[in-house]
């Protein structure tokens, strides 16, 4: 039996129609993880409290060594498998961080200074008290790292009236110097970030990370900058602090004050992890009991906010072999004429320590 034509042809559009739709099926069974992808990834980091880095210091056990630990990277969970990192948002290494000033560049005897401009070109303003006749040791007090943390910085000021009018007597052998805040920004904004990072998540120490958290319960994916030292602030203060340190070698003391750990306040020393040990810089321990008794100010070898503070200003001077200490004030209100006595008789007994050693 012969098929016409017309029944030859109805065959072969049927034929064809069931080729075509077999190749549609494996060309999206092809594609379809990648899809996927674009609909289902969670960003890990935009939660708080979420640990993003597998090379953190346990405070128990100890911590990674500082020249081999890795850079955090963020994660991402895909639909399909296990977290990935991400290569979307490559964090720099710290090595990358710019190099510092040479100290020639830096004058420590000008009686008022700038140690350099801020995001928004605001000077970073610091006064200066050299010592006179023989210069052994250095201690610098910082005000105001987190600009709506300022109620240390009337206290700084009677005292910098003090030394001026010669109601106190400087000790021959110690110079003072007195920065206002290097977050000047976040000063005239009343906020704690400068543009947006938290400047004393910004350091070069080894648990820096770019997400950070601030409080128990918030978290700031970009907070501790793309790199250490990527803010104007933090890498001018670290090369006016290096180029001192060249000056008085291992003669040189930072505090760093906050605010707030009520009801008492809170001293505590900068810590540094190398082979996994905390060293516990015995000279900051030592310095951060002192200034705690005599202001009468709680003291802890490690910080008890009940979240992780990384990247931070006195850890990364510890370990440039500075001595460096946090103290919070115990409010974040002008403090009272009993609590400035306070905060006052701490700075002295530790400014009287130094400079009989």
């Given at each position: 039996?012969?098929?016409?034509?017309?029944?030859?042809?109805?065959?072969?559009?049927?034929?064809?129609?069931?080729?075509?739709?077999?190749?549609?099926?494996?060309?999206?069974?092809?594609?379809?993880?990648?899809?996927?992808?674009?609909?289902?990834?969670?960003?890990?980091?935009?939660?708080?409290?979420?640990?993003?880095?597998?090379?953190?210091?346990?405070?128990t056990?100890?911590?990674?060594?500082?020249?081999?630990?890795?850079?955090?990277?963020?994660?991402?969970?895909?639909?399909?498998?296990?977290?990935?990192?991400?290569?979307?948002?490559?964090?720099?290494?710290?090595?990358?961080?710019?190099?510092?000033?040479?100290?020639?560049?830096?004058?420590?005897?000008?009686?008022?200074?700038?140690?350099?401009?801020?995001?928004?070109?605001?000077?970073?303003?610091?006064?200066?008290?050299?010592?006179?006749?023989?210069?052994?040791?250095?201690?610098v007090?910082?005000?105001?790292?987190?600009?709506?943390?300022?109620?240390?910085?009337?206290?700084?000021?009677?005292?910098?009236?003090?030394?001026?009018?010669?109601?106190?007597?400087?000790p021959?052998?110690?110079?003072?110097?007195?920065?206002?805040?290097?977050?000047?920004?976040?000063?005239?904004?009343?906020?704690?970030?400068?543009?947006?990072?938290?400047?004393?998540?910004?350091?070069?120490?080894?648990?820096?990370?770019?997400?950070?958290?601030?409080?128990?319960?918030?978290?700031?994916?970009?907070?501790?900058?793309?790199?250490?030292?990527?803010?104007?602030?933090?890498?001018?203060?670290?090369?006016?602090?290096?180029?001192?340190h060249?000056?008085?070698?291992g003669?040189?003391?930072?505090?760093?004050?906050?605010?707030?750990?009520?009801?008492?306040?809170?001293?505590?020393?900068?810590?540094?992890w190398?082979?996994?040990?905390?060293?516990?810089?015995a000279?900051?321990?030592?310095?951060?009991?002192?200034?705690?008794?005599?202001?009468?100010?709680?003291?802890?070898?490690?910080?008890?906010?009940?979240?992780?503070?990384?990247?931070?200003?006195?850890?990364?001077?510890?370990?440039?072999?500075?001595?460096?200490?946090?103290?919070?004030?115990?409010?974040?209100?002008?403090?009272?004429?009993?609590?400035?006595?306070?905060l006052?008789?701490?700075?002295?007994?530790?400014?009287?320590?130094?400079?009989?050693?």
């Open positions: 039996m012969r098929l016409r034509p017309e029944v030859w042809l109805a065959l072969f559009v049927a034929l064809a129609f069931v080729v075509f739709s077999l190749s549609a099926i494996a060309v999206a069974a092809t594609f379809q993880p990648s899809l996927a992808v674009t609909q289902v990834v969670v960003i890990q980091t935009a939660t708080p409290n979420v640990d993003v880095a597998t090379d953190a210091p346990n405070l056990t100890g911590g990674p060594d500082p020249s081999t630990a890795s850079t955090p990277i963020p994660l991402v969970t895909l639909a399909w498998g296990s977290p990935q990192p991400s290569t979307s948002t490559p964090v720099p290494s710290p090595t990358s961080s710019p190099s510092p000033q040479p100290a020639a560049t830096f004058n420590f005897s000008s009686a008022q200074f700038s140690l350099g401009g801020s995001v928004q070109g605001r000077d970073i303003v610091g006064y200066a008290f050299p010592a006179q006749t023989d210069p052994l040791h250095a201690l007090l910082v005000s105001g790292i987190h600009g709506d943390e300022m109620n240390a910085w009337p206290i700084l000021q009677l005292l910098i009236t003090n030394y001026q009018s010669g109601e106190l007597i400087q021959p052998n110690l110079s003072l110097y007195f920065i206002e805040s290097p977050n000047p920004d976040g000063v005239f904004l009343n906020r704690r970030l400068n543009a947006k990072v938290d400047l004393n998540r910004n350091w070069e120490t080894y648990d820096w990370r770019t997400g950070v958290e601030i409080s128990p319960i918030d978290f700031l994916p970009t907070g501790g900058g793309s790199r250490p030292f990527s803010e104007p602030e933090t890498f001018a203060l670290r090369n006016w602090l290096l180029g001192l060249a000056q008085y070698p003669n040189v003391t930072v505090v760093y004050f906050h605010a707030a750990v009520p009801p008492d306040g809170l001293v505590t020393p900068g810590t540094h190398v082979n996994g040990r905390d060293l516990g810089d000279a900051s321990r030592e310095l951060g009991q002192l200034f705690a008794a005599a202001a009468g100010y709680d003291y802890d070898n490690l910080w008890t906010g009940g979240y992780r503070v990384t990247g931070d200003a006195s850890t990364w001077a510890v370990a440039q072999g500075m001595r460096s200490l946090t103290v919070e004030l115990p409010t974040r209100e002008e403090l009272t004429e009993p609590e400035a006595q306070k006052r008789e701490g700075i002295l007994a530790i400014l009287n320590f130094i400079a009989g050693q």
